[in-house]
């Protein structure tokens, strides 16, 4: 039975990637560092900035310690925030947000920084449809690792006093990561084809080139399916 939505926020509701791309390859040039957009689309999609900047600079053979990964963070999250109010929605994720939350609780489960996601849920006019929302500070381990989406669904349920099981709850997803991680906390997850082709999400219970291609009251019937 589908009881509650968790959503990512980047590629899901935002078309930010591309931005958060255009930050993170500013600070690692400054750090001597290239990155392709082609590199970060399959290796650092979904993970919070923190892992993003130590598998890089690992990946560059140069270890970094927790002071200078978090200086790199805030420098990009600075970069970030110029441009932020300009990343533009996803196409369709407004209606599909509210309708959903018409029928059952709706979280955010998401690698960025709150500071990044609070001013454009508000901007979106999406804020107050989220139950809970689970940023990069409110736990350890990045996506692919689940417990981004146990977090929240933890969240949802204080904030709700529900009891609503793993099983139960649709992650909707644009990343390889995120899909590991969904399927990993135990969930199931519809994927959206923001920035990787359909072919590439089949991990996914269902995939949809967008949003507009699919209502929430037609996804119950991915919970009667056996895996």
């Not at 590629?11 to 590199?39: C, D, K, Y």
Request: include cysteine; aromatic fraction near 8%; charge should be negative.
């Amino acid at each position: 039975m589908l009881r509650a939505f968790i959503f990512d926020f980047d590629g899901v509701i935002v078309n930010s990637e591309p931005v958060h791309f255009s930050a993170f390859q500013r600070v690692l040039a400054e750090e001597g560092i290239q990155m392709t957009w082609e590199q970060y689309q399959a290796s650092y999609l979904a993970m919070n900035d923190r892992d993003c900047f130590a598998v890089a600079l690992a990946r560059a053979g140069r270890e970094a310690g927790d002071e200078q990964l978090h200086a790199l963070v805030e420098r990009k999250s600075e970069y970030y925030e110029v441009i932020r109010d300009q990343v533009p929605p996803v196409p369709g994720v407004q209606r599909f947000i509210r309708r959903a939350a018409e029928r059952a609780p709706v979280a955010l489960g998401s690698g960025g920084l709150r500071r990044d996601i609070e001013p454009i849920l508000t901007r979106l006019g999406l804020r107050d449809s989220f139950s809970a929302v689970v940023t990069a500070e409110d736990y350890q381990l990045g996506k692919p690792d689940p417990e981004c989406f146990r977090t929240a669904l933890a969240q949802l349920n204080d904030a709700r006093g529900a009891s609503i099981a793993p099983e139960e709850c649709l992650v909707i997803e644009d990343s390889l990561h995120g899909i590991t991680a969904a399927r990993a906390a135990g969930m199931r997850c519809l994927a959206v084809a923001t920035y990787y082709s359909p072919d590439r999400l089949v991990g996914a219970d269902r995939v949809v080139r967008t949003l507009e291609e699919v209502d929430p009251g037609d996804l119950a019937p991915l919970f009667a399916e056996v895996r």
